[in-house]
């Protein structure tokens, strides 16, 4: 009789921590599902990204990249520091990006709720608005090359027609590459104003809300977290765009052959002040974050 | 009191009557300015020679002329490798890595968002760390490795370094945490392995994020020339993309340079305009309450 206490008692013991296991087995299967993802992560990111720390600590030769034989400190990084030029590239630069991103996202956001309306030509426009991705990379360069987007096309347009006089042809460039860069934007907004459930603009409708009211109480809350998504991605998107004036650095640096030191350590303070400016815009916003 | 109401809706519905024109005026004007780019591209494909090099660059065409498609396949005759052969790896490379991409970062945003597994934590900031990943200088090192690997030269070295697509899987996962948990919890209450929870339920509620990724991620495998130029060494390997690239340079070809621009950009836009409209598909009728 005490015997099959023991065994129920132990039966009991056994199944609670089968159970707990259970749990932890759920994570640990779950967690198997990301290992082809973290593989080509940590083979073709994590890895290329710490041996770059290391070159910026030496003067690599292009016969020899990883000997490692002339370490030089933190030359590099002085050097870089130093450079009169650098600095205010990466300034300035930092003070174009971060004036751009409020404006792309705000013009997203009205595009993408206006997008979403039933109207006649709606496909039309959406793929009007996504032109500039769909133009990305090889072609889009080529376009720029050519001059468009930069002041000389607006301007021209602008001085050809009559309007020329009032608007200036700086102006109007910066609107169209702001337009240009907020395509993702608009798509990313686009499709998470569908993940908002009609039932809650139902129910504020009964309530007597206006449009303009459920997009404050209901549509935005609803999306706070891809607002911020956004934001980081078009300060990314503007910081490592090739377009940008570090970036144009950078490929000099590592094309001229001879200073991937130099270029490393660039390249590592640039990706540690846009890793603060993104932790202080996180920290700041992380209240909508859900 | 009920003719009131009904009289209440009726200004309702005449008062909203103009609002689809002023946002078809704000869009036309606002598509315009998108537009020019692609205006561009289809106006200098059919500039015949003298109208290509005015500066600065027009938006317009004064002679249209189809000479410029007629060099192109011209050129393309004669090369050394058919211009199939380009086409065929092109698409080949791009259907297998959009398919695999799709596969691997489904597989990762389930467990990252919906499993707290240990080191999720870490795993999503290394995610927002490689999003702002400084490409440049970190080129030579991925050489090395690609090369160590000993994918260079073959059809994976297209595929495989860029599988690992933290863009992606951020968009993915931000579309996961908006999937009720009790939806996976009442699938493990009915029994369903992790695996079926994922076949069953997570991918069937990806669609629209998987939908976005094959338009975001498109364009730049269709038109990716770096990495046919830094690792292929076999001409039969090489994409569409790296014998676009190899027609620029020399003046006499710049016509056929523009016509090529404008075929390459075809594709992508059908992709979009195919899958534009699973994008834009409620979810709310994928049974998120």
């Known amino acids: ?290 | 009191m009920f003719q009131v109401d009904v009289d209440y809706l009726k200004r309702a519905k005449k008062r909203r009557d103009y609002a689809p024109w002023v946002i078809t005026f704000f869009l036309t004007f606002a598509g315009i300015i998108s537009a020019l780019p692609i205006v561009y591209l289809i106006v200098t494909a059919f500039k015949p020679a003298e109208e290509l090099f005015l500066y600065p660059p027009r938006f317009y065409v004064s002679n249209p002329t189809t000479k410029n498609f007629a060099d192109l396949f011209a050129i393309s005759s004669d090369s050394l490798v058919p211009f199939t052969r380009y086409l065929f790896n092109t698409v080949l490379v791009t259907v297998c890595y959009i398919f695999l991409l799709i596969i691997v970062s489904s597989l990762a945003c389930y467990p990252l968002s919906k499993h707290k597994f240990p080191g999720h934590k870490g795993m999503f900031s290394l995610i927002t760390t490689a999003l702002m990943f400084v490409s440049g200088a970190a080129a030579v090192p991925s050489y090395l490795i690609v090369t160590g690997l000993q994918l260079d030269n073959t059809y994976l070295v297209y595929i495989i370094p860029l599988l690992a697509n933290p863009t992606c899987l951020f968009l993915m996962k931000q579309f996961m945490d908006q999937v009720p948990d009790s939806i996976f919890e009442a699938g493990r209450i009915d029994g369903a392995s992790e695996w079926q929870l994922y076949t069953k339920i997570a991918v069937p509620l990806l669609k629209n994020a998987c939908a976005t990724c094959i338009i975001l991620t498109f364009g730049s495998v269709w038109g990716d020339a770096a990495t046919a130029t830094t690792y292929i060494y076999d001409e039969q390997l090489r994409n569409l993309a790296f014998y676009m690239n190899t027609l620029q340079g020399g003046l006499a070809r710049t016509g056929a340079n523009s016509a090529a621009g404008l075929l390459m950009t075809i594709p992508s836009i059908l992709v979009f305009v195919l899958s534009q409209s699973k994008v834009m598909d409620t979810m709310a009728h994928s049974g998120i309450k």
């Open chain 1, 1 to 290: 009789m005490a015997k099959t206490v023991k065994q129920k008692k132990k039966l009991a013991h056994s199944q609670k921590i089968a159970f707990m296991s259970f749990e932890r087995r759920r994570n640990f299967e779950g967690g198997l599902f990301a290992i082809p993802w973290l593989f080509g992560f940590i083979c073709f990111v994590c890895i290329p990204l710490v041996l770059s720390v290391s070159v910026s600590f030496y003067e690599p030769v292009l016969t020899d990249l990883y000997s490692f034989n002339k370490p030089v400190g933190f030359d590099n990084y002085v050097d870089v520091i130093q450079d009169p030029e650098y600095g205010e590239v990466v300034f300035s630069s930092f003070g174009t990006s971060l004036a751009k991103v409020p404006i792309i996202v705000a013009f997203a956001l009205f595009v993408a709720v206006l997008l979403k309306q039933e109207f006649p030509g709606r496909t039309v426009f959406r793929v009007i608005f996504f032109i500039p991705v769909i133009l990305a990379g090889v072609i889009m360069t080529y376009l720029m090359a050519d001059g468009v987007g930069t002041l000389s096309v607006f301007s021209n347009i602008v001085a050809t027609s009559e309007y020329g006089s009032f608007l200036s042809g700086s102006l109007m460039s910066s609107i169209g590459t702001t337009m240009w860069a907020s395509s993702v934007e608009i798509l990313i907004f686009l499709a998470a104003l569908q993940s908002v459930p009609a039932i809650l603009y139902e129910v504020v409708e009964l309530d007597g809300a206006s449009a303009w009211e459920s997009f404050w109480h209901v549509t935005l809350p609803y999306i706070s977290p891809f607002v911020i998504l956004n934001c980081i991605y078009a300060l990314v998107d503007s910081f490592v765009d090739s377009q940008n004036p570090v970036m144009k650095i950078l490929n000099e640096l590592t094309q001229e052959g001879t200073k991937y030191g130099m270029a490393s350590a660039l390249s590592w303070i640039y990706m540690l002040m846009t890793l603060a400016v993104i932790l202080i815009f996180v920290l700041l916003t992380r209240r909508w974050l859900r």
